[in-house]
């Protein structure tokens, strides 16, 4: 199994910047990819961004592209989300989960809070 434990949520105004990170443990050897998530206030929970866990290699979302960054460092065996430019829509939940070699988005952090005031 992989435990992931997010911080870094809390209160940000419009324009503003937050680091949320992510502490894996468990299996890392297996580790494949890792992601971050969101579900905003009466919404369906959506994909934010990945990255390789050996590569480094990332994707992201539409509505983040171009503010949001993802990076790794594997000593620490944490993922960070720099996220900037920050707009009351990105008010959330934001989970992280990782995806282990053969598998799917299996385990989730519990989740830390961000919100954005206007």
């Known amino acids: 199994q992989v435990q992931l434990v997010e911080s870094g949520g809390g209160l940000v105004r419009t324009g503003g910047s937050l680091r949320l990170s992510c502490v894996a443990s468990?299996?890392?050897?297996?580790?494949?990819?890792m992601g971050w998530f969101r579900q905003p206030p009466g919404k369906e929970r959506e994909f934010v961004g990945a990255?390789?866990?050996?590569?480094?290699?990332?994707a992201y979302g539409d509505p983040v592209k171009d503010r949001f960054t993802i990076s790794i460092d594997n000593t620490k065996n944490t993922v960070y989300l720099q996220m900037n430019s920050l707009k009351p829509e990105d008010t959330a939940v934001y989970y992280c989960a990782s995806q282990i070699v053969g598998g799917t988005w299996d385990y989730w952090g519990q989740g830390t809070q961000v919100t954005v005031s206007s």
């Open positions: 468990g299996r890392i050897l297996s580790m494949y990819r």
């Open positions: 990255i390789f866990w050996n590569s480094g290699r990332t």
